[in-house]
Structure formats: structure tokens, C-alpha cells
Nanobody, 116 residues
Framework: QVQLVESGGGLVQAGGSLRLSCTAS????????MSWYRQAPGKQRELVAR???????TYAESVKGRFTISRDNPKKTVFLQMNSLKLEDTAVYYC??????????WGQGTQVTVSS
């Protein structure tokens, strides 16, 4: 059974930084596209950043220049470095691993709260 375990969330002041991690129990991790999504209260889940198995990373416009996604394939881990955090970044952040429509997995989510 595939599991994605996120960590690194927490409470931070505006302007601060956090680094999220997601470790996956996937046999061939390097073949998966890895993404971070977030969902704020009362809003739909949205894509924050994606790092494909091969190819360029993509970011939501709202986080470009502030967030960086990276991956360590031997450790089967994806990271999201979040700098210059804003109040509107407050959300539950979810890790996603996708290879095909059937091989599409989610983590349990980690709360990020940015305070003024």
C-alpha cells in the first residue's frame, strides 16, 4: 500500500519560512510526477507546485519566486521550500504522487498557518 507522509508544517509569522517534506513508499519513485497542493478553508484545493519525473517544474502564479519544489529520488522525498510567507498561504498542504490515472496518491495533509 502506497503511503505519502508529509511533515514540516506549523505556525510561522508573515515573512518567515517553512520547509515541507513528503516521503513516499513508492517502489519506482523517480517515475512519478510529484506535486504539492493546498486547500484553505472554504476554498477548492489548488496546485501549488509540480516537479515531474522529467521536465520542468511549474508553480502557481501566487507562489512564484517565493516557493521552490525539489525532489530527492534516492530518498523518495519531495520538498517544498516556502519563503516570504503571506497570510494567504495559510492552508492544509497536500503531497501528491501521480504516474497514471490509477497510480494517483495523496498524503494526509499538513497544516501551515501564517500569522501577522
Amino acid at each position: 500500500q502506497v503511503q505519502l507522509v508529509e511533515s514540516g508544517g506549523g505556525l510561522v509569522q508573515a515573512g518567515g519560512s517553512l520547509r515541507l517534506s513528503c516521503t513516499a513508499s513508492i517502489t519506482i519513485f523517480m517515475l512519478y510526477d510529484m506535486s504539492w497542493y493546498r486547500q484553505a478553508p472554504g476554498k477548492q484545493r489548488e496546485l501549488v507546485a509540480r516537479i515531474p519525473s522529467g521536465g520542468r517544474t511549474t508553480y502557481a502564479e501566487s507562489v512564484k519566486g517565493r516557493f521552490t519544489i525539489s525532489r530527492d529520488n534516492p530518498k523518495k522525498t519531495v520538498f517544498l521550500q516556502m519563503n516570504s510567507l503571506k497570510l494567504e498561504d495559510t492552508a492544509v498542504y497536500y503531497c501528491n504522487a501521480r504516474r497514471t490515472e490509477l497510480q494517483d496518491y495523496w498524503g494526509q495533509g499538513t497544516q501551515v498557518t501564517v500569522s501577522s
